[in-house]
């Protein structure tokens, strides 16, 4: 047996470990799927042999990741992170991190409205309903647009997801 595999089992081994204490202890709050996810993420960089096989298998995941977080949104009703303040001017509204002032976000007139309206009591769908009425879009473009907009600011730590 070579150095390199006896690391791989032993790495194996302690990830295996971890896995059985999140199951028992129940303490992961993104269930089943986000388990799965940080079990193959972890695992990914031990069980191939060459750096592409790797690669693809890390894009693999990514998407995965993306799917199960676009998932994850459309169940929530998203909530302005507490961290958080803005500055509107009227056209633009930017984002700041209350610790070190850094600028966030910055939106325009179509994500202030969605920004305004993230308090943790409206769905996906309810945001989208809003938007199509108010800049008379079709439902279908104002839910993709809220979608990918909600996607982008969870990414960026602005929002939080409430079930």
């Known amino acids: 047996m070579t150095f390199v595999r006896l690391i791989r089992m032993i790495c194996a081994m302690q990830i295996y470990r971890?896995?059985?204490?999140m199951i028992h202890k129940?303490?992961?709050s993104v269930g089943r799927r986000g388990f799965i996810g940080k079990l193959t993420t972890l695992l990914s960089g031990l069980?191939?042999?060459t750096p592409a096989v790797a690669q693809n298998a890390k894009r693999g995941l990514q998407q995965v990741s993306s799917a199960m977080a676009l998932e994850k949104l459309q169940s929530a009703k998203?909530?302005?992170?507490p961290c958080l303040f803005w500055e509107d001017d009227g056209e633009i509204l930017t984002?700041?991190?209350k610790e070190d002032r850094l600028p966030?976000?910055?939106m325009n007139r179509v994500g202030k409205t969605i920004w305004y309206e993230c308090n943790g009591q409206n769905s996906l769908q309810e945001l989208s309903a809003l938007i199509h009425r108010t800049y008379q879009i079709s439902y279908h473009t104002a839910y993709v647009d809220c979608l990918s907009f909600l996607w982008a600011l969870d990414q960026r730590g602005a929002i939080l997801l409430k079930k």
Not at 18 to 21: I, N, P, T, V
């Open 95 to 97: 984002l700041f991190n």
């Open 78 to 81: 998203p909530q302005r992170h």
């Open 18 to 21: 971890e896995a059985l204490k």
């Open 26 to 28: 129940k303490t992961d």
């Open 47 to 49: 069980l191939f042999s």
């Open 104 to 106: 966030v976000s910055a």
